[in-house]
């Protein structure tokens, strides 16, 4: 009876050690991101990428520039496999959520959602930046 409580305990302890998932590395966000393709409901978009890119910083500050001129600078985070921004330069930072699927040293892909639309950006690394 010992044997069989043991080991469901240590199936419980093992359980739970592979739920709490600590998330992103996120050594790995920072840097130059260049978009290279967007995704809307799963298709892809026709659309001109080579302006689009995000900057990482290690003391957790971002930069994001996309089409017809519009850029947004501000603080990141994350928690999990979400990323949050925040714009400080706009009027009221409002704070941002999107889900990373896919990151490693040089590939990161998130998704969106853009009222109510689902999006997929992806991205291939550019630079490392401190």
Known sequence: MKFWTALLGLTFILFILSACDDGLD???LVGKWQAFE???NEA???LDLS???FEFLADHRYHFQSTLKFSESGRY???GHLLYTTDTTANEAIEKAVKI???NKDSLSF???DQGVGKQLR???MASVN
């Open 77 to 79: 985070y994350t928690m």
């Open 101 to 103: 699927v896919q990151l």
């Open 38 to 40: 967007l995704l809307e």
């Open 111 to 113: 998704l969106m959602n």
């Open 26 to 28: 996120e050594q790995l």
């Open 51 to 53: 302006p689009v890119y």
């Open 44 to 46: 892809p978009v026709d």
């Open 123 to 125: 991205l291939i690394k």
